[in-house]
């Protein structure tokens, strides 16, 4: 057997100790995360379950908090953390940002700047269509007043969802939706449409929605090159509109269907106070799921949970903290 040199043996010793000692990068404090999802920041948000990964594998953090109502596997009303999912869909599909100018109108309505401002999930549940959805009751309303700004609402998706000239998908039932997305998305089991809003419609639980947020991470989906693109104000409202946001005063951006965390402050529509955000990725859904991706897309992190009442504004809160504990920021 031939023996290794000195050196040799130095530099494997050395080696074997880089790989082994944490990098100021990717150095994470569990124990933090885990004390502050148990901490006062998250009382409002209990029950819930949450955890926090890295670009592939099983969560490196994760718990239940408040009881056991809400696992790893437990399926969730997701409402508007579908929009990552419809956004991700729509860029695969096109595989990359949609041209032309029904791809200026698709755009738009990504960025919640189409002026449908009415949708109605509910009246969604009397409908068969995506495009049934669309035109039930008010519905189908424009807003000529919020056309051209950010106008937080699912009437924009469903508006070019059904339209035979953009995304053509009316005809479309709650199965056969899915069917058409998961062909570009090979979404987990968990995932369905329990309403037909593409917008605000799913549901999942927290694996497979965990590993949809990898794929963005690795590139497996188009949208990972695009989670910054062109930024949209949400707050002020423009001129002449109000209720343009859910968030209260937070000045996020949006981009493609989704929240960055760029915030200078701001209060929520709750009466809770956030600080300067991070640039995180974000799409929390109105019952309280919270997905997110880091700004340099290092980490995920799910906070699953499902109220009738006050969830996004005590999801994010909550989100947050574990996230700046579990980071050391």
Known sequence: MLKKS???????????????????????????????AEGAACTDARPFYWEIGGSSGAPIASGQVGGTDFARSTTVTLASASKWVFAAYVLQRYSGIPTGSGGAQIVDALNMKLGYT????????????????FTVG????????????????????QYVASQASLLNLGNKTR??????????????SSFGYANLPLSSGMEGNAADYATFLQRIMTGYYVISSYLNYSPVVTYPCAS?????????????????????????????????TLGPGDGAHSSPGAFGFYPWITADKQYYGILSREASSGAPGDSIPCGQAIRKAFLGT
């Open 175 to 188: 199965n056969t939706l899915f069917t058409e997305v998961n062909s570009y998305l090979n979404l987990g």
């Open 240 to 272: 002449g509109l109000s209720g343009c946001t859910p968030l209260g005063s937070v000045d996020f951006h949006y981009s493609l269907h989704h929240w960055i965390e760029d915030n200078t402050g701001g209060t929520l529509s709750n009466g809770k």
């Open 138 to 157: 008010s519905n189908d309303n424009h807003d000529s007043a919020a056309d051209g700004h950010f106008f937080y609402n699912s009437g924009h998706g």
């Open 6 to 36: 000195k050196a040799s043996r130095m530099l494997g010793g050395a080696t074997l100790a880089l790989l082994a000692a944490p990098t100021a990068a990717f150095a994470y404090d569990i124990a933090a995360a885990t004390a502050a």
């Open 118 to 133: 009415s949708l109605n999930d509910y009246l969604c549940q009397l409908t068969l269509t995506v495009s049934g959805c």
